[in-house]
């Protein structure tokens, strides 16, 4: 399992990851991307995000969420799980770390808010 990240939105993804659907659900949802390991943000290093190659400044996309290091990711974002350099979806322990740790963006009142993903999760 995997997690997808939008902003506002958290839902759980259950297909088999492959490169070509990272590729198909990053950046903008449908479009195929380059993508981006965005690695070491979490309190597990065997978490990474997945991110359209170009998240830190894709004026194409919204801002999602931001990293316990605070780094900006755009567009839709991918959080799996790494064993041996392999992505892997991610177990429940870790899946409960993203859920407490990475910051989903939420627009209130025009206002840019970021709230833990376990907000957003459905």
């Not at 659900?25 to 479009?31: F, K, N, T």
């Not at 839709?76 to 991610?90: K, M, R």
């Amino acid at each position: 399992m995997f997690l997808i990240i939008n902003q506002g939105s958290v839902t759980l993804g259950e297909q088999e990851l492959s490169l070509k659907l990272m590729q198909n659900l990053v950046g903008v949802q449908g479009e195929q991307s380059y993508i981006e390991m965005v690695r070491n943000q979490f309190s597990d290093p065997n978490i990474d995000l997945v991110c359209d190659d170009s998240f830190l400044n894709n004026s194409d996309c919204v801002e999602s969420c931001i990293t316990p290091k605070a780094i900006i990711l755009h567009g839709q974002v991918l959080a799996v799980g790494v064993n041996n350099s392999e992505t892997v979806g991610l177990s429940p322990a870790q899946l409960e770390i993203v859920m407490r740790e990475l910051l989903v963006f939420n627009k209130v009142d025009g206002i840019l808010i970021g709230y833990p993903a376990m907000n957003f999760f459905n």
